[in-house]
């Protein structure tokens, strides 16, 4: 008797790159794979989507899944993220239905390294350059260089560090703040790294970079008044959570010049909507999340999805998220 298929679902692969980013064959073997190449906000939507799904395939948290979310998906048995842990992922809710919830490993050098593109992009005026070229221009900006410049960074973690490192080999000094930073903590995370109170990163680094975890405690962790203490010639940059700044706060600032610019990857809302006003201020740089967006991260993502399926199968989850 011939054995019913069961249905994967890989959410959210805007490029279309999941099933050539690893080696499938043998979840293709035993399973109908089913790619969502657009985004699916609508819950109504989405459950008929996935009404059917064994095992799904979350792109980091492109897509939320809140217990009432995972009441309505009675097939599913797998929630596979990417990246080790997913804040729109109700891990307790799904142990409790029954639902195995597992990540995958990332490449750690992905964000960092985005991070110092957007700022010289920021800075230099890159992208406005590039359009100016194309519409037949040439050269009517100037931006400052980042060497013997300081970099403020709010949140000197796993991200936060390497960027330190690499604005460093920049030949910019660096400076840090997180609620909980000591300069000891600071010494023994980089070397030449110094610890600062909140107001003082703000008013006295030319660049600002966030890289701290979202959580309720953090959420709106940047203010309009620490926005306020920024000089006007300092430039913002964010590729952690929107939601960690106030984003109208940040709108603000942009739109008065009380800041020179900000260069965005990650927003309140994803996909950042089509009339948002951050569109249409010029003093910014805006990416749409890319953070994570490598080939060397899709690599690692998508085969330790296959092998976090395949140990399923066999009874011997592996990398299960704790709630």
């Known amino acids: 008797m011939k054995t019913a298929r069961s249905t994967v679902t890989i959410l959210d692969d805007y490029q279309g790159v999941a099933l050539t980013s690893a080696d499938w064959s043998a979840v293709l ?3 109908d794979v089913d790619v969502v190449r657009e985004h699916i906000s609508d819950p109504d939507t989405l459950v008929d989507r996935l009404g059917h799904s064994a095992v799904v395939v979350a792109m980091r948290e492109r897509t939320p ?11 599913l048995r797998l929630l596979v993220t990417t990246g080790i842990a997913n804040a729109s992922i109700d891990v307790a809710a799904a142990n409790e239905l029954g639902i195995v919830v597992s990540g995958t490993g990332g490449v750690s050098t992905a964000v960092p390294e985005l991070t110092l593109g957007m700022m010289i992009a920021l800075t230099r005026n890159i992208a406005a350059e590039d359009r100016s070229m194309r519409e037949g221009g040439w050269q009517h900006t100037i931006g400052p260089g980042i060497s013997g410049r300081t970099l403020g960074i709010v949140g000197l ?4 560090v390497p960027v330190a490192r690499l604005a460093q ?11 909980n930073l000591t300069q000891q903590r600071a010494d023994d995370a ?10 003082q990163l703000f008013s006295t680094a030319d660049v600002i970079t966030v890289h701290m975890p979202l959580s309720e405690r953090s959420r709106g962790l940047v203010g309009a008044a620490d926005l306020a203490h920024m000089r006007a010639t300092a430039y913002f940059v964010n590729t952690s959570r929107g ?8 709108v603000e600032a942009l739109r008065s010049r009380a800041i020179a610019g900000a260069a965005l990857d990650v927003y309140d ?3 950042l909507p089509v009339d948002h006003p951050l569109r249409s201020l010029p003093n910014t740089l805006l990416l749409p999340h890319l953070g994570y967006v490598s080939t060397d991260s899709y690599a690692v993502f998508y085969a330790d999805a296959v092998a976090d399926i395949l140990a399923f ?3 011997a989850p592996v990398r299960v998220l704790a709630p």
């Open 169 to 179: 080999a920049f030949g910019m000094s660096v400076i840090a703040w997180s609620p």
């Open 65 to 75: 899944f809140d217990a009432a979310l995972l009441r309505r998906l009675p097939a």
């Open 243 to 250: 939601p960690l700044v106030e984003e109208d706060a940040l």
């Open 269 to 271: 809302i994803e996909p």
């Open 29 to 31: 073997a035993n399973h």
């Open 313 to 315: 199968e066999a009874g």
């Open 157 to 160: 973690g796993k991200q936060g």
């Open 190 to 199: 980089l070397e030449g790294v110094r610890a600062v109170s909140k107001q």
